[in-house]
């Protein structure tokens, strides 16, 4: 590829479950005009179940090596936005491949918002435990570190709507001259 040809940006959401990598990636996604891609998606059409059922049936390291694969193809395409799964910056070659083959924005919130959102969210396997508050609180403790070791950008989540939460990634993008400005 020349380097006068516009190479479109490949944009990844990371952070814990519930942060809203999926919701916001797809309307990122169509602020920028760029395809979009949820990694838990393409790993469920592989798998041919739900990651709870395979996570259940064969175990977290099966998944993480699914996971793992998945992530290389996808972080290998030309641009778009990718949200992946919570725990995929557990892997050190999926923080390599993330933060040198795009633009990664962590959307970090607190245990306790995140308890907020998912309280009654029993599709998520990592959380159907006896104190999910405490598991969360656990979950960040461990991968807040990652997930900042990846990102290129860090955006608090807090109560912002989602199309605000859009705004501010955007601009995030626009003053570093990744995507053009309006």
């Known amino acids: 590829m ?35 891609l949820d990694s838990d998606h393409v790993i469920e059409e592989r798998l041919g179940c739900s990651i709870r059922d395979y996570f259940e049936r064969e175990g977290e390291a099966s998944f993480r090596d699914v ?21 995929s910056v557990l892997r050190p070659a999926n923080r390599q491949r993330l933060h040198e083959r795009g633009h990664v924005v962590y959307l970090r919130s607190s245990p306790e918002e995140l308890f907020r959102r998912l309280r009654h969210d029993v599709s998520r396997p990592l959380l159907q435990v006896a104190d999910p508050l405490g598991r969360l609180r656990d979950l960040y403790a461990q991968r807040d570190p990652l997930y900042r070791e990846t990102a290129h950008f860090v955006i608090e989540t807090g109560r ?8 501010m990634i955007s601009m995030q993008l626009e003053l570093a001259g990744i995507v053009p400005g309006p």
């Not at 990844?12 to 395809?35: E, F, H, Y």
């Not at 912002?160 to 705004?167: A, E, G, I, K, M």
């Open 160 to 167: 912002p709507s989602v199309s605000t939460l859009v705004n």
């Open 2 to 36: 020349e380097s006068s040809q516009i190479r479109l940006p490949s944009v990844a959401l990371v952070g814990l479950p519930g942060s809203g990598k999926s919701t916001i990636g797809r309307q990122l996604a169509r602020r920028l005009k760029l395809s979009f």
């Open 67 to 87: 996971e793992e694969a998945v992530i290389d193809e996808l972080t290998g395409m030309a641009s778009g936005v990718l949200s992946t799964g919570g725990g």
